[in-house]
């Protein structure tokens, strides 16, 4: 939205690292949350997010593949009650 627009640039007048923190937290994690999330998740995760409690985090790149999606090795298997991560990423913004 504008409002959102404003805030922003008001922001980076000051502190620019400061307005990628807040865009990445809402724009890339809130909204994904927000929009795809399960109910349960949304309650766990949104409040304390919105509230500044914790920060959300952006992890695309990596060494070989850059930030081109489609060439990511990163893997998530589903081990029932948790994920298994294996790869590596760098540039990580909020990590």
Do not use: R
């Amino acid at each position: 939205t504008i409002s959102y627009v404003l805030a922003m640039e008001e922001i980076s007048k000051i502190d620019a690292s400061c307005s990628v923190i807040m865009s990445v937290n809402n724009s890339l994690v809130c909204w994904g949350l927000e929009k795809y999330g399960t109910e349960e998740q949304k309650q766990k995760y949104l409040k304390p997010l919105a509230s500044g409690e914790v920060i959300g985090a952006f992890c695309l790149s990596e060494p070989e593949a850059g930030s081109d999606a489609t060439s990511q090795k990163t893997t998530a298997i589903d081990k029932g009650d948790h994920y298994l991560l294996n790869g590596t990423k760098n540039w990580i913004t909020n990590g």
